[in-house]
Every structure is written in structure tokens, then in C-alpha cells.
């Protein structure tokens, strides 16, 4: 199974949703998880703030360089879980063939939009990583079931 986590620029909630997913598998899995965005600088590093609030939920985004999302990543994932309703939306416009592997975190999870924390203090991305952590757990747990 192949899931992609989705935001603007792939440093801040994208990055942390990758993580804090990954950190709940097991250490052999069949499920592949990785991040892009969709106005992305390809190789840029997770913002400051987003390692140390993932790193605070125990997962360890360092590494992270940012990518965009291509045509061929959509094609290979079995789900892309988008951090708002109009990203969602608007991915769902750009490929309508796809759209049926295609959410938000919220329409999936049922909870709110992730607000975007960029150029926000610690305290904003660290709301913002507890908010995608719920948001991902509820996600992991569903996609647990569908597997078994």
C-alpha cells in the first residue's frame, strides 16, 4: 500500500503527517508512506519548527526533503490525504480519473482542516503537530482495518 501525505510547500504539515504516521508501523510493513507538495521547493528541509514538534510526538522528520507531487506519484498511490478540503478539491479537478484515492485529512478522519502553521511561532506548530497526530491515527487505524 502507497500513502502520500499532501501540502502547499512540504515543510511543515505534509513532513509531520509523514512521520507521525510512520512512526506507528510496525517495523516490517507493506505500507509505503511519503509527503509531497503542490507548490513545493524541491529539496528544501522540513522547517525548524516542524522537526522539533514532530520530534516532540516521537517522530524524527530531520532528514526531509521537500518534493512536489507528480502525475506519477498520484498514479502509484492507493491514497493521498491532503491537509484541507480545497487542496483536496483541487487535486480532484487536476486528475478527476483519481479523484476516488484522493482526501483531505479531515473529510477522511473526521476533523477539521490542518491549518497551515508556516512563519508561525513553536507553539502554533505544535498544535498543528497534535491536530495531524489525531487526524493520523484515526487515518492509521482505519486503513488497518481495510487491510485486514
Known amino acids: 500500500m502507497n500513502i502520500i501525505f499532501v501540502c502547499t510547500g512540504n515543510t511543515c504539515r505534509s513532513p509531520m503527517a509523514e512521520g507521525l504516521f510512520k512512526k506507528r508501523l510496525p517495523h516490517i510493513s507493506d505500507i509505503t508512506v511519503s509527503s509531497r507538495g503542490l ?7 522540513a522547517s525548524e519548527n516542524s522537526v522539533i514538534a514532530a520530534s516532540e510526538l516521537g517522530a524524527d522528520i530531520s532528514g526531509h526533503k521537500a518534493a512536489m507531487l507528480s ?16 487542496q483536496a478539491q483541487m487535486l480532484k479537478t487536476m486528475v478527476p480519473q483519481y479523484a476516488d484515492k484522493i482526501y483531505s485529512v479531515a473529510e477522511y478522519s473526521d476533523c477539521e482542516d490542518i491549518s497551515d502553521p508556516y512563519g508561525g511561532d513553536i507553539e502554533k506548530y505544535r498544535r498543528c503537530a497534535t491536530d495531524i497526530d489525531s487526524a493520523v491515527d484515526v487515518i492509521y487505524q482505519k486503513i488497518q482495518e481495510n487491510m485486514q
Request: aromatic share 8%; hydrophobic share 45%.
Open 71 to 86: 502525475l506519477q506519484d498520484v498514479e502509484a498511490a492507493d491514497f493521498i490525504f491532503t491537509m484541507t478540503s480545497s
Open 39 to 45: 507548490a513545493a521547493s524541491t529539496g528544501s528541509p
